[in-house]
């Protein structure tokens, strides 16, 4: 099979590489579509200690085309999409309706996937590995789904759009009429903003120092645009909110100085809530009379606090009723020897997602 393989380099190497047989709860999918997200691009910057040589993509949806022996979620010729937090449906967390937090996630993580040419063995990213034709991974990682969309949309909702989306709903559980302003505009944050317009925000403001993401956000739901590189963003987010601040504010970068910003850029009693992956050394101060006093919520978010096998469908129903709009996610698509060109196109801000398509 073919694969894009982070091998400690910053661009990725595309190879063939010759896939380990499959274990007794493993599955085959024969990848379709594979959205390449910025944590794709954290795994090559530092920003994720991953060790190479991996199989980079996390994003994907495709075919089933082997179950091994002890598989009973899934069967051949399946239509599935891939979770890169598995859902194994008896730890802990997902009998507490935390599965986005799954303890099988770092033992599957770190699977081995693939041998290359000159022996050495890879990985798959967060134990998938969509950047190839085909994947073998866990079945606790797939959701089964039915739906004639495309796969170059399913792909998104492995991540990006359930991230998103799922931030608004289901971490912050965003009220109608509220305010909402989203710092950080790709994919992750367009998703929020559908989520909060779903929700019913009267208001939604996006923060984007890119025009492209800003322009592209007013499609989404966004009802405000903020450019934080034309005066303060915090106080252009109070002159938009009466002097208040926003009631929920999401962060959709990563650094501690965009965290801090949304802490500030919420009104008192409000939430924050940090979507963005920041470094694993990076450390964030906030004023602590300001934590009692204001009575703001500081929230973490991982995936969306997504349940998959419950919001993978929910999602797919609000695309199919037109209420939540991923076609135009979709800058562009192309083929796997173009993944280098698509991180480098994400870095400059030319594109909102970028979809492998295998044809």
Known sequence: MRAAIFTGDAELSVEDVSPLDPGPNEVVVRIAASGVCHS?????????????????????????????????????????????VPSCGHCFWCLNGQANLCSLDMSVMMTPKATRTDGSIAIGFTGLGTFADQMTTHEASLVKIETDLP???????????????GAALNTAKVEPGSIVAVIGCGGVGQSVIQGARI???????????????????????????????????????????????????????GLPETIVQAYEMTRRGGTAVVVGMPRMDSMVTLPGFSLFYAEKKLLGCVYGSAQVRRDFPRFIDLVETGRLD????????????????????????????????NT
């Open 151 to 165: 796969h170059e949309q399913l792909a998104l909702i492995g991540c990006g759009v359930t991230t998103g989306v």
């Open 199 to 253: 929700a019913g925000a009267s208001r939604i403001i996006a923060i984007d120092p890119v025009a492209l993401k800003r322009e592209a956000a007013t499609k989404f739901g966004a009802t405000d645009l903020v450019d934080p590189t034309d005066g303060n963003a915090i106080g252009q987010v109070q002159a938009l909110t009466g002097g208040r601040g926003a009631d929920y504010v999401f962060e959709v970068i």
């Open 40 to 84: 794709d691009l954290s795994a090559t910057n530092g920003t994720l200690a991953m060790p190479p040589p991996c199989i980079l993509g996390h994003e994907g949806s495709g075919v089933v085309e082997y179950v091994g022996p002890e598989v009973t979620r899934v069967k051949v010729g399946d239509k599935v999409i891939a979770s890169f």
């Open 326 to 357: 991923i076609a135009e996610m979709v800058s562009q698509t192309i083929g796997l020897d173009d993944v280098n060109e698509a991180f480098r196109a994400m870095v400059a801000g030319e594109v909102i997602r970028s979809v492998i398509t």
